[in-house]
């Protein structure tokens, strides 16, 4: 997190420094450090609340992770849990550059098996919860949200440090939790030639 509270060309910078001074072909631990530098990479330059994303390059590194992933895979302690997390930022990258938010939800629904950590748990339910929302998906927006504000209370937390977190927090979750709030959403999306399904609480 003070990473992220410098500039980001700086923090850009520093992590390729300290991937360039990995060696994931001598040892398990550099290879993991060298997949959570590009998972951190991607994830950095692919936020767009401090500054112009990259989209592209965010893409690249988190592809070079999922490389190394695939080369040092039987050396790691927990494969599939990286290739979850790498697959899921993949999959919020596709939302943020290009709206394609059913697709996401279909990569973050085949990746959920692999979540373990409560930290990622929590962000895989508001993540859902937020897309669902994008889509008109009342309901599942709902669900997705109330399972997943629990996760965060256990983590002593009240909103993820995310862009989809602060949206959660900061405006779709009001939106619903008011008084008959699920309802009003979901007639705003009829409004609007959008909504999938008939409201119910």
């Not at 997705?144 to 979750?173: C, F, H, N, S, V």
């Not at 709030?181 to 119910?200: A, D, H, I, N, T």
Request: glycine share 4%; charged share 30%; proline share 5%.
């Amino acid at each position: 997190m003070r990473l992220w509270a410098s500039p980001k060309q700086k923090n850009v910078r520093s992590l390729q420094e300290a991937f360039r001074a990995l060696q994931p072909e001598c040892s398990e631990v550099d290879a993991e450090q060298a997949i959570s530098v590009c998972n951190d990479l991607g994830f950095l330059l692919m936020d767009d609340r401090l500054w112009r994303p990259d989209y592209r390059s965010a893409r690249e590194w988190l592809e070079r992770g999922l490389a190394l992933l695939q080369q040092h895979r039987t050396r790691l302690r927990d494969p599939q849990q990286w290739e979850a997390i790498l697959r899921g930022n993949l999959a919020l990258l596709i939302a943020r550059a290009e709206g394609r938010y059913a697709e996401a939800m279909r990569i973050l629904e085949e990746i959920r098996p692999h979540l373990r950590w409560k930290r990622d748990l929590a962000e895989w339910h508001l993540v859902m919860a937020v897309y669902s929302y994008h889509l008109c998906r009342i309901r599942e927006a709902l669900r997705y949200g109330r399972e997943g504000d629990p996760l965060l209370r256990e983590l002593g937390m009240e909103q993820l440090d995310t862009k989809e977190g602060e949206e959660w927090a900061t405006q779709i979750r009001a939106r619903l939790n008011r008084p008959f709030g699920w309802l009003r959403e979901w007639f705003r999306c009829q409004l609007r030639g959008k909504s999938p399904e008939p409201p119910r609480a």
